[in-house]
């Protein structure tokens, strides 16, 4: 029997539970049904079932099932089992159908998947912490800026992470539309203020013709004008500086590179004595 299943959470522990019920069925994984249809274009099997495409499943009951207890983690800030399988689908060598096959190996002891012990556990340990890495970085240093209204940052991760990103963006900034551009697809959130769903996906190019009116359009300039006038250049601290915003970094959006600019060039001589009109004598 062949088994088909969707590359997101619920796909992959339907596919574990499946897989330890029926240990001789073939496993292959797809996006979508399209995908499913190409790859069984040739083969043309009758005998095919597919699993992770009709909706979201009960995913926390499968957990229990497959692993009982939850594992005590090595660091307090690692995901559960199912953030830990969506940040390994998320990687750009992700192996879903292998990836199932690592987790049934878990069954019952689901502290393997946290511990590192054996090259298969060290390998998806890393992957996911590969993703959370690069996750937090995005959070941390991709700068949107307002484009008709609508926050907007164009992302390059080498994982597929625009969507995560996008919806912590959103959580941030209730109150604005967010717009995270990811290759030729763009991810928004708080659609509801520019006509959308809550959250949704359209191609990048349509992107720049959503509007929202909104009054931060020069909030970018006017923190640079407030920053640049507060800075007390004997505190600069060039070195420390260069650690808090990294080279790296600095393609990750317009205003980061505006950052990192100013950490090697330096801050405008500019004080708020300048905004104030000179007295008439």
């Not at 996006?31 to 499913?36: F, G, L, N, Y």
């Not at 390994?88 to 012990?117: I, M, Q, T, W």
């Not at 008709?148 to 919806?167: E, M």
Request: hydrophobic share 35%; with cysteine.
């Amino acid at each position: 029997m062949i088994v088909a299943f969707r590359e997101n959470v619920e796909g992959v522990l339907l596919a574990c539970k499946e897989l330890i019920d029926h240990p001789d069925i073939v496993l292959i994984s797809a996006k979508d049904r399209d995908e499913v249809k190409a790859k069984m274009e040739f083969s043309g099997p009758d005998d095919i079932t597919l699993l992770g495409f009709r909706g979201a499943a009960d995913t926390t009951g499968i957990v229990r099932v497959l692993f009982g207890r939850q594992a005590q983690k090595i660091f307090r800030r690692d995901p559960d089992i199912e953030g830990y399988i969506s940040l390994v689908l998320r990687h750009r060598s992700s192996r879903p159908v292998e990836l199932v096959r690592f987790l049934c190996s878990c069954r019952d002891n689901a502290e393997l998947l946290y511990s590192g012990k054996g090259a298969i556990a060290k390998k998806y340990y890393d992957i996911m912490r590969d993703v959370s890495r690069s996750y937090h970085r995005l959070c941390m240093f991709a700068r949107p800026f307002p484009v008709n209204g609508v926050l907007s940052v164009k992302v390059d991760s080498p994982h597929r992470i625009g969507d995560l990103f996008c919806r912590w963006l959103a959580r941030k900034n209730p109150d604005l539309p967010v717009s995270v551009i990811e290759g030729d697809i763009a991810w928004i959130g708080n659609g509801g203020h520019v006509g959308l769903e809550h959250f949704a996906k359209i191609p990048s190019s349509s992107a720049g013709s959503l509007e929202f009116s909104s009054k931060i359009d020069e909030v970018d300039d006017m923190w640079d004008i407030y920053y640049d006038s507060q800075v007390i250049h004997k505190r600069r601290n060039k070195k420390h500086a260069k650690q808090l915003q990294p080279k790296e970094s600095a393609s990750m959006s317009r205003m980061s590179e505006r950052d990192r600019y100013k950490v090697e060039r330096g801050i405008v001589s500019c004080t708020l004595d300048n905004f104030i009109p000179e007295k008439e004598v």
